[in-house]
Every structure is written in C-alpha cells, then in structure tokens.
C-alpha cells in the first residue's frame, strides 16, 4: 500500500555531511509518522529521527540530537535526514520506516514494531 525507497548514501570523513531522502509511494495519504533507523553489523536496528506527518512534530535519538534533523517535502512525498558532523559511529544501513495506524502513539518511536512499512535501506559509512 505504501512504498519506501531511500537514497543518499555513501562513503563520507568524519565530521563531513550527508543527506539521506525516502521517497514514498501508493497510498501515502494513510501515513500518519515517518522514521530513520539504522543498523551496524552485529547490533539491534536503533530509532534515530521520526516526524508526523501532518503535524511536521519531530523527535530524534539522544546520540544524533544537535547533528541530525528530519524534515520533508510534502508536494514530494519525500522525507529527509540531514546529517551533519558524521562520527565513524554512525555507520549503518539508514531504514525509512512509516507508521500508517497511529502504532507510534501507544508503542513510542522506538519501537521496530511501530511500523508497518519499511525501505530497503541505504549504506552510511562514516571513515575516520
């Protein structure tokens, strides 16, 4: 019902900058909370930035606040995740997620299970 495709990824230094777009498709009309999450080889998928949709209220993880911010575009369908002051410890695959059942009031951003439709993922490696 609704399609996520990320873009944007890529190879940057630390302390460089990168901008990550999800692109949304079908019925997006029904998305009430679009999220980024992330995953490392060998560690859980982490919640790092969400944002309503129609309200554009935002919230971000402790470990990107000051540094990462969501926004979107909504002639384009398209959320953003500008990230700025990269650390080697943000390299992961960047998940898009959309919340299309209001999940994200009673289970929080946090919660993988929050989400009922997933991108297939871009690759952030942050080199130092």
């Known amino acids: 019902q609704v399609q996520l495709v990320e873009s944007g990824g890529g190879l940057v230094q630390a302390g460089g900058s990168l901008r990550l777009s999800c692109a949304a498709s079908g019925r997006t009309f029904n998305m009430y909370a679009l999220a980024w999450f992330r995953q490392a080889p060998g560690k859980e998928r982490e919640f790092v930035a969400g944002i309503i949709w129609a309200a554009g209220s935002t919230n971000y993880a402790e470990s990107v606040k000051g540094r990462f911010t969501i926004s979107k575009d909504n002639a384009k369908n398209t959320v953003y995740l500008q990230m700025n002051s990269l650390k080697p410890e943000d390299t992961a695959v960047y998940y898009c997620?959309?919340?299309?059942?209001?999940?994200?009031?009673?289970?929080?951003?946090?919660?993988?299970?929050?989400?009922?439709?997933w991108g297939q993922g871009t690759q952030v490696t942050v080199s130092s």
């Open positions: 997620a959309a919340d299309s059942r209001w999940t994200v009031l009673s289970s929080g951003w946090n919660a993988v299970s929050s989400y009922d439709y």
